[in-house]
Antibody, heavy 124, light 107 residues
Framework: EVQLVESGGGLVQPGGSQRLSCSASGFTFSSYAIHWVRQTPGKGLEYVSSISPNGANTYYADSVKGRFTVSRDNSKNTLYLQMSNLRSDDTAVYYC?????????????????WGQGTLVTVSS | DIQMTQSPSSLSASVGDRVTITCRASQNINNFLNWYRQKPGRAPNLLIYAASTLQSGVPSRFSGSGSGTDFTLTISGLQPEDFATYFCQQSYSSRVTFGQGTRLEIK
């Protein structure tokens, strides 16, 4: 069974940093692009970032570009999202999501399996 | 960015009913349209991709159609677990965008 488990959420002050992790199991992690998608009651679902299977290619939404960094450790089946210079509008539930197909470079952006999410709250 | 607009924002129906949800893109996205269901307190799950292809394990009461800018999700024979929120999403552009959601409630 495919499983994605996020961790690392919590309360962080504006301007601060936080690192999210996503532990994967049940599939060949190194063969799939993985994404981060966030959700808020007000703005709904918002794409955040993606990383190719070997980690060489990364993609970001304009809203997080230059502040967030996605990375992966295929030896540990783990995905990371390093977030810095956090703002109040980054407050959201962050989901780790597996791409539908095992493609080497360009993801399909079809979001196959989702983790349970981790809540990040940016507030003083 | 491509704007995705769903209608209605909410609707009420009964178990066994047939319902249709519409999603409109602000530009041509061919068939790069995906549908998700999100049950309360849970993560979304993929129902349909490429506008009309049923994801593995998804019941056949779900169907999708459309191309270009106009798309529909139809649920034939609502089940209790279908009372949830539904989202469309375009994967035509790497600048992925979602619809605002349609909340399906029990009448």
């Amino acid at each position: 069974e495919v499983q994605l488990v996020e961790s690392g959420g919590g309360l962080v002050q504006p301007g601060g940093s936080q690192r999210l992790s996503c532990s994967a199991s049940g599939f060949t992690f190194s063969s799939y692009a993985i994404h981060w998608v966030r959700q808020t009651p007000g703005k709904g679902l918002e794409y955040v970032s993606s990383i190719s299977p070997n980690g060489a290619n990364t993609y970001y939404a304009d809203s997080v570009k230059g502040r967030f960094t996605v990375s992966r450790d295929n030896s540990k089946n783990t995905l990371y999202l390093q977030m810095s210079n956090l703002r109040s509008d980054d407050t959201a539930v962050y989901y780790c999501v597996k791409d539908l197909l095992a493609r080497p470079v360009v993801p399909t952006y079809r979001f196959d399996c989702w983790g349970q999410g981790t809540l990040v709250t940016v507030s003083s | 960015d491509i704007q995705m607009t769903q209608s209605p924002s909410s609707l009420s129906a009964s178990v066994g009913d047939r319902v249709t949800i519409t999603c409109r893109a602000s530009q041509n996205i061919n068939n790069f349209l995906n549908w998700y269901r999100q049950k309360p307190g849970r993560a979304p799950n993929l129902l349909i991709y490429a506008a009309s292809t049923l994801q593995s394990g998804v019941p056949s009461r779900f169907s999708g159609s459309g191309s270009g800018t106009d798309f529909t999700l139809t649920i034939s024979g609502l089940q209790p677990e279908d009372f949830a929120t539904y989202f469309c999403q375009q994967s035509y552009s790497s600048r992925v965008t979602f619809g605002q959601g349609t909340r399906l409630e029990i009448k």
